[in-house]
């Protein structure tokens, strides 16, 4: 790595506030499998599912992140001015051409000198805007301002299908600048890419299409791919940084590591890309046995080993997956939102890692530092209250309301977020904020 490089890792780059949304609609997913005939044990044992987010045809992607972003912004104390840079990542994109992210300019009243665009790769956009953001950040193009990196989505497969327990709605909006108050980014980062058909959407259809099986495989392949490079990068870093000169010999994580220790002893917690539950709780057991054989433990300790880290690591961190269901770009970061809120003060200063994957298929293992004090910021996300204030629905209000267009029907006051769809007149989408947001 150039000195250059390794002065570009010295700023201080990562989430500064997170924000969370999701819509007030809920659906119990034992409901839904009884109502399928299929047995319930297969939602909470299975996919170790709860529930699902509906959207309404007065959410889309654009009114989920708007009310997220407003959160983050409202409750992390950020000013509009202060955003130089504002990108939407979604595959439930609103225009084929017209990028969703410039409504939420004009819906939370950005400045005009601010770079904004939508960005896509399945699950994965949320991240790729996140490192964006980063190296914006780092490079120095940022003159002092934040950026706003909005992920949002609606999950949404064919009535009748199995992947249709795999739904979900919601939104995480990332304020990310230098000097963060909740979690600082490390320049370490595992990445990998492969083109693989195992989930898409065509341009003219509004349900994803899936090889589910197939899909799970794929997963788990990146993940070993991404956690692969990341004990790279991890260890270029690692080496740079000493020949910099830091006279320590390095921190003791680093030290650790060189010792070898797998990443589960050196890290507080593992948040991962969560279509389901169960899917998380299978990409630890991999990354165990990839760690476990990387540094060479012996192999009867690992089952014992692995389900300790995945209870204490990896589990509680997925309420909000599992209440909520799939959110594609914003399943990873509804986990981090999760985790500080409920641990975030017991947990500052500790290092944890975040598996991002989207389908086709890129995904990234990065670290960061829950930042001293972190507490407080964490404590205005708001996750808890969000899904306490839900309604549930049965499933036939949840097939009905599958079939409204969008923009069809206003909501109830205490329905709405910041914003909803009014219309969509002469192929224009027109959104109305709230009277008073919630
Ligand atoms: P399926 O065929 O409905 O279910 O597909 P299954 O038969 O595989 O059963 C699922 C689990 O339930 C199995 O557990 C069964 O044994 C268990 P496992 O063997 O996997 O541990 N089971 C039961 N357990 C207790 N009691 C019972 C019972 N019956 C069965 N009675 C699948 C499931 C997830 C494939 C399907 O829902 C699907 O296609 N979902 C969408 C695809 C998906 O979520 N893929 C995840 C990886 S790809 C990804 O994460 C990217 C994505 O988010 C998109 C993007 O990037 O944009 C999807």
């Known amino acids: 790595m150039s000195q250059g490089a390794s002065d570009r890792d010295r700023r201080e780059v990562g989430i500064d506030a997170l924000g969370v949304y999701t819509p007030r609609l809920a659906l119990s997913l034992e409901d839904l499998a009884r109502a399928r005939g299929i047995a319930p044990e297969k939602v909470t044992v299975g996919l170790g599912a709860h529930t699902m987010a509906v959207a309404p045809p007065w959410e889309d992607a654009v009114t989920l992140g708007a009310s997220a972003a407003a959160r983050a912004l409202a409750r992390g104390g950020v000013a509009a001015d202060e955003i130089g840079l504002l990108l939407l990542a979604t595959e439930t994109a609103v225009d084929h051409a017209k990028p969703a992210s410039i409504f939420l300019h004009e819906l939370l009243g950005l400045p005009t000198s601010c770079r904004t665009f939508e960005l896509k790769h399945a699950c994965y956009g949320g991240t790729a805007g996140l490192m964006v953001a980063t190296e914006w950040l780092r490079s120095g193009a940022a003159r002092g301002r934040k950026a706003l990196v909005v992920a949002s989505d ?88 000493r020949d910099a000169g830091a006279g320590s010999g390095g921190s003791a994580h680093e030290r650790e590591d060189a010792a070898g220790a797998p990443l589960a002893d050196r890290l507080a917690a593992f948040l991962y890309h969560t279509p389901f539950p169960k899917m998380a709780y299978k990409a630890h057991l991999r990354l165990m046995e990839s760690e476990w054989r990387r540094w060479g433990r012996a192999a009867d300790l690992l089952g014992e080993a692995a389900e300790r880290s995945y209870s204490g690591q990896v589990e509680p961190w997925l309420t909000m997956a599992r209440q909520v269901g799939n959110t594609y770009t914003a399943s990873l970061y509804l986990c981090l939102a999760w985790l500080a809120e409920q641990q975030g003060r017991a947990l500052a200063g500790r290092e944890i890692a975040l598996f991002s994957y989207g389908s086709g298929c890129c995904a990234e293992l990065f670290t960061g530092h829950l930042q001293p004090g972190c507490g407080e910021i964490a404590a205005t996300i708001g996750a808890a209250d969000l899904l306490r204030a839900r309604r549930l629905l049965s499933v036939e209000e949840y097939e009905a309301l599958s079939r409204e267009a969008g923009g069809s029907r206003a909501p109830e006051p205490h329905e709405a977020g910041f914003c909803h769809l009014a219309a969509i007149r002469d192929h224009k989408r027109i959104y109305e904020r709230a009277a008073c947001p919630a």
């Open 154 to 241: 609606i999950a949404r497969y064919d009535i009748g299908s199995s992947a249709e327990l795999t739904q979900g709605a919601g939104a995480a909006a990332l304020v990310v600048s230098e000097a963060p108050r909740l979690l600082r980014l490390d320049p370490a980062s595992g990445v990998y890419a492969s083109q693989v058909y195992d989930f898409w959407r065509p341009l003219d259809r509004r349900e994803a299409l899936v090889d589910g099986k197939f899909s799970l495989d794929c997963y788990l392949t990146a993940l070993d791919g991404a956690l692969a490079d990341y004990h790279r990068s991890h260890a270029g870093h690692a080496g740079a940084t």
